[in-house]
C-alpha cells in the first residue's frame, strides 16, 4: 500500500532533550516536506527535500533539522525542543515539483508533540 | 511571500445547503492551487488542485473550485453539503518553482443533521 508514515505519532518529551521524528514513504516520491499544524495558523511548511541530499528552509525552519541521506525517508530533527514547539507535524511526499506537474501531496497520519 | 487567506474561520451549515468558501493568494507570478481536507482526527486528503487549463475544477465528493486569476481567488463550492463533509478545509498555493507550499489558516465546516 502507497503510504506515508511517520513515528512516533504521540511524543511528550520535556524542555532541551533532543528527538528525532522519522518519516518514510513507499512510492519512490522524490519531494518530502515537513509541516507544522497549529490552531489558527493552518499547516506551516518547516523544510522540503527536493531530492537526497537536497534540502531547503520553508517559512518555520528555526529550532528544526532535517537530513535526506535516503530517496524514502527525511527524518525531522529537533535538537533541543522547546514549549513553543507543541504542535502537530505532518510529513508530506510528492512524486516531483514543479509548476508543469502541480503534483499532489501525500501526507502522513501526524505526530502529536508536547513539549514540557 | 506567498500568503493565502480564507475568509471564514468557521462556517456552519444545515444538510442540503450549499457550500463556498473562500481562498485568496499573493502571488505575482504562476501558481499551482489546492484544496485539502482534514476530516476529524485524520490527516489531509486532496480535494482538488489546479495547475492549468480550464478554471473550473471538478474534485472528489462533488467538490469544485473556480480559480479567478484577476482576483487572486480560488474558491472551493459544492451545492449540496452532506453531515459527512464536516471537516476542516484547507486553501495551499505553491509558485513558479514549485518548492514551497503555502496553506491557508483553514475554515471549519460543521454539518448540521
Known amino acids: 500500500e502507497a503510504q506515508v508514515t511517520q513515528n512516533p505519532r504521540y511524543l511528550i518529551t520535556v524542555t532541551g532533550k533532543k528527538l528525532t521524528v522519522t518519516c518514510s514513504q513507499n512510492m519512490n516520491h522524490e519531494y518530502m516536506s515537513w509541516y507544522r499544524q497549529d490552531p489558527g495558523l493552518g499547516l506551516r511548511q518547516i523544510y522540503y527535500?527536493?531530492?537526497?541530499?537536497?534540502?531547503d528552509k520553508g517559512d518555520v525552519p528555526e529550532g528544526y533539522k532535517v537530513s535526506r541521506k535516503e530517496k524514502r525517508n527525511f527524518p525531522l530533527i529537533l535538537e533541543s525542543p522547546s514549549p513553543n514547539q507543541t504542535s502537530l507535524y505532518f510529513c508530506a511526499s510528492s512524486l516531483s515539483w514543479g509548476p508543469i506537474i502541480g503534483d499532489t501531496q501525500y501526507f502522513g497520519p501526524g505526530t502529536r508533540l508536547t513539549v514540557l | 511571500a506567498q500568503s493565502v487567506s480564507q475568509h471564514n474561520h468557521h462556517v456552519i451549515l444545515s444538510e442540503a445547503a450549499s457550500l463556498e468558501l473562500g481562498c485568496n493568494y499573493s502571488?505575482?507570478?504562476?501558481?499551482?492551487l489546492f484544496w485539502y481536507v482534514q476530516y476529524p482526527g485524520q490527516h489531509l486528503q486532496l480535494l482538488l488542485k489546479?495547475?492549468?487549463?480550464?478554471?473550473l475544477v471538478k474534485g472528489i465528493k462533488g467538490f469544485e473550485a473556480e480559480f479567478i486569476k484577476s482576483k487572486f481567488s480560488f474558491n472551493l463550492r459544492k451545492p449540496s453539503v452532506q453531515w459527512s463533509d464536516t471537516a476542516e478545509y484547507f486553501c495551499?498555493?505553491?509558485?513558479?518553482?514549485?518548492?514551497?507550499?503555502?496553506f491557508g489558516p483553514g475554515t471549519r465546516l460543521s454539518v448540521l443533521p
Open positions: 527535500s527536493m531530492n537526497v541530499e537536497v534540502t
Open positions: 502571488y505575482g507570478g504562476t501558481v499551482n
Open positions: 489546479y495547475f492549468s487549463g480550464d478554471p
Open positions: 495551499a498555493v505553491n509558485g513558479d518553482y514549485g518548492q514551497n507550499f503555502v
